[in-house]
């Protein structure tokens, strides 16, 4: 019997597990899910006839059971709906338009069984949202509409103590394009696998993503590595926090070429009375045929948010950058207001040739316990590289209980 078979029979039995449990004044009360989003994306792109305008509403409505003998149920549904559609969604053939990767979509999100019988352990089974660590490697690339989820297998475990360690057997994610998009789902056969030890000086996490990607075998790839992270504080002077990482990765599986490719990245920042500042690099190598890839990471969180570089360059690419940003103690609307800037500067990691520079802001606000307003832009400057200088602006409304 398949993997994808076992699940199925293990959900249908979750499924039945509640409706008989419905009825049981031992059940634990459960709770309805809704997420949606509301958000306006426009896109400035040199080499396109017309500008893009996306208006999109993202609706995600589900149900999760309270405890019953230890195993949690949930389900969810999503929708991608198109109020303005002038733009190139990846699958409507809008050549001229830039591209703003929102399709259309009605899809089964989540649909996972979980079990928490054991005593500082969890084990969940379906198709689920997966996110280790700050999802440089593996994510739910959240900021899009339809959001990354994984048929996957996923044990988390704290019973060592200052121990936390995380297995991941992927199956098959389903990605942000849509059931529509020839490259929307890939079968994959991975594992990822995390240990995570908290010492006097951060905390130390090792890492190993072995995945055989069946539908795109350019992906296939073993990446091992290794973080450290963590904070000084003393009363009255400003906290002080370093990021080291680095991460080795090679060919693996069914890979049709053999490479061995690095990358670090390491950041230190200051951060007090809402005001903070960081300055880091991350330098991925590329041996001139491919760089360093993270095919199932949350990619728009780095190389800037005007996603240039959702590809790592054959070359490699080092991104030296800085941030500001500011909590406001006493926001003048809402429970909370932040506000951030970033600037980047590219080049190649061979050769140092330029790839030109990002500059990003961002203010967020929490209106309310369910409701967050969010605006952001990212405008890219191709510099005495070939690549198209672009700006984008994003405005977005988001309700979720």
Do not use: C
């Not at 920042?269 to 001139?288: F, K, M, P, V, Y």
């Amino acid at each position: 019997m398949s993997w994808n078979a076992v699940g199925r029979a293990a959900l249908l039995g979750a499924a039945s597990l509640v409706v008989m449990g419905a009825a049981s004044p031992a059940r634990a009360e459960g709770q309805f899910l809704v997420n949606a989003r509301l958000r306006t994306e426009l896109v400035d792109q040199d080499g396109f006839a017309n500008d893009a305008t996306a208006i999109t509403l993202r609706t995600r409505l589900g149900y999760q059971t309270g405890e019953m003998a230890g195993f949690t149920f949930l389900i969810e549904g999503e929708n991608v709906l198109h109020l303005v559609d002038d733009f190139n969604d990846t699958v409507n053939g809008a050549a001229g338009y830039p591209v703003v990767a929102d399709p259309e979509a009605t899809e089964l999100n989540r649909l996972q069984l979980t079990y928490g019988g054991i005593e500082n352990t969890r084990l969940t089974l379906g198709r689920q949202r997966i996110i280790l660590g700050d999802a440089r490697y593996l994510g739910n690339v959240g900021f899009r509409q339809n959001e990354q989820t994984f048929d996957a297998v996923l044990a988390t475990s704290t019973a060592i103590e200052d121990v936390t360690l995380t297995y991941a057997y992927l199956d098959r994610v389903h990605r942000i394009f849509g059931d529509d998009h020839p490259a929307g789902e890939f079968d994959l056969d991975a594992h990822a696998l995390t240990a995570a030890f908290t010492v006097p000086a951060g905390t130390v996490t090792g890492f190993a993503i072995l995945a055989e990607v069946e539908d795109a075998p350019a992906l296939s790839s073993a990446t091992y590595g290794v973080n450290w992270s963590g904070s000084i504080a003393r009363d009255g002077q400003p906290t002080f926090g370093y990021r080291f990482e680095y991460a080795a990765q090679s060919d693996y599986g069914n890979s049709p070429a053999a490479f061995d490719l690095d990358m670090f990245r390491a950041e230190a920042s200051l951060s007090q009375n809402g005001l903070s500042g960081a300055l880091g690099i991350e330098s991925l190598s590329g041996d001139g045929a491919r760089g360093f890839a993270t095919p199932l990471a949350t990619l728009h969180g780095y190389q800037g948010w005007a996603d240039v570089f959702l590809t790592t360059p054959a070359d490699g690419i080092r991104d030296i950058y800085g941030r500001a940003g500011y909590a406001f103690a006493n926001p003048p609307f809402g429970s909370a207001l932040r506000a951030s800037i970033v600037f980047h500067d590219f080049e190649t990691e061979n050769g140092g040739a330029d790839l030109g520079s990002e500059f990003d802001a961002v203010l967020t606000s929490q209106l309310s316990e369910h409701v967050a307003l969010e605006f952001k832009t990212a405008l890219y400057d191709g510099g005495d590289s070939t690549l198209a200088d672009r700006s984008k602006l994003w405005f977005a409304i988001t309700y979720s209980r």
